[in-house]
Each structure stands twice: as C-alpha cells, then as structure tokens.
C-alpha cells in the first residue's frame, strides 16, 4: 500500500480556516485519496475523499494537487468540536476494500 | 441512529484468558472490518469479511485470533490465550461493500485491557 506523511501535530484558532497536509508521492493512478478523523474516544468517521479533482462536501474540502503527489485537507472554520486525529489514507479502487491508516495529525483548536 | 455498535465496550481480563468481541454492524452492509488500535498508534487493520467469507485476514498477527461471521452480519473477534500485549481498543466498521470506495462506518470500539 502506498505511503502518505503527515505532521504529527497542528494547532489552529478557533473559527479560523486550517490547511492539514499529506504526501503521497509514490500514489499510483488508480489510488483514490481519504480522509478519516477520530475525535477523543470514538472510531474514526470518513470526512471526505477524491481522485484528481477538487471536491468539497460539508464537512471539509480536499486540494488535491496536479500531479497528485500531495493533498490538503481544508475545514474552513475551525470549531472545538473539530479537535481530532486527521488520517490520509490511499485507497485502491481496484484492491483490497480496507484501509491503511498511519499515525494521522493531531489537530489541537485553540479557543 | 441504527450505527456498528461493539460490546462490550470495556473488557479487563487475565493474561492466559479467553476473550469475545462483538460487532453488530449497520444493517444491509455486507463488508466488515476488525482494526486493533494501541495507544498513540492509528488503527491497524485485522480482518476483513465480504458477506459471511474472511476476504483478508492478513493482519491477524497470530494463531491465538479469529474471527467469524456466520450468517454475514454480527462478527465476534476470539482472543485465545490472551497477553498483555493484547491490550488495545478493537474496532468494528461495516460498509455496503462498495468495491475500493465504500465509505467505512466505525463503531466506538472495545477496550481490551489484559493484566
């Protein structure tokens, strides 16, 4: 399975817009990009994920760059409630149907 | 709403003992998942079955783990023998089986704690 990075850690205030990181730079043509995050005590739930376009849904934007070797995760106002652990993860549409999560980001919203 | 739901939610156990997990999914979805996480660490995955069948079980990481899933809805994890090594939060996630894209949906998870 292909490797993403992330920064072990974020901080962001409150209401203002964060910007979570993640490389993939060995992502293969047929890898969609996920997002999951866990908040303290609970599973993970999926925010959101792409291919090659930008996509936005409720809850978060994905910036996905033109050679596909980086993504951002975008929550456009932070909340308390959007403290938790971000995970990128590849996923191949054509595999195996679970996911590789790697350690994540911490995000930390400051009030 | 009707979400995976585990039980028990906190197990504490004696080394050498036997342990079951339970894992009711989200009614209809044909494909669950078992991750183990440890403290710090992200999930890791286990098991993965498509309707009754273990699809993948690559990362059960011995013999003393199994799992089933009899009539391709509620799952148990077995823990046999268990260690202390054994402690962690088990994660239960279903999805409708979508192949490669299917959001997962996540239970809350069982707290395993091996003295």
């Known amino acids: 399975d292909a490797k993403t990075t992330q920064p072990n850690s974020m901080e962001s205030n409150e209401e203002e817009p964060v910007h979570l990181p993640c490389n993939h730079s060995?992502?293969?043509?047929?890898?969609?990009i996920h997002w999951y995050r866990q908040l303290p005590s609970q599973g993970p739930e999926y925010v959101i994920h792409g291919l090659t376009s930008n996509v936005n849904n409720r809850m978060a934007s994905l910036a996905i760059a033109e050679d596909r070797k980086s993504s951002t995760l975008i929550l456009h106002r932070a909340t308390l409630r959007d403290a938790a652990v971000y995970y990128c993860i590849l996923r191949d549409r054509s595999g195996a149907n679970n996911l590789f999560f790697g350690t994540g980001t911490r995000l930390t919203v400051i009030p | 709403g009707a979400g995976v739901s585990q039980t028990p939610s906190n197990k504490v156990t004696e080394k050498g003992k036997y342990v079951e997990l339970r894992c009711d999914p989200i009614?209809?979805?044909?494909?669950l998942y078992w991750y183990r996480q440890s403290l710090g660490q992200g999930p890791e995955f286990l098991i993965y079955?498509?309707?009754?069948?273990?699809?993948?079980d690559s990362g059960l990481p011995n013999d003393r783990f199994f799992a089933v899933r009899p009539e391709g809805s509620v799952s148990t994890l077995k823990i046999q023998r268990t260690e202390r090594g054994d402690s962690a939060v088990y994660l239960c996630?279903?999805?409708?089986?979508?192949?490669?894209?299917?959001?997962?949906?996540f239970g809350e998870g069982s707290r395993l704690t091996v003295l």
């Open positions: 079955f498509q309707g009754t069948g273990a699809a993948d």
């Open positions: 009614s209809g979805h044909t494909a």
């Open positions: 060995t992502i293969s043509g047929t890898d969609y």
């Open positions: 996630a279903s999805s409708p089986g979508d192949r490669g894209l299917g959001e997962l949906f």
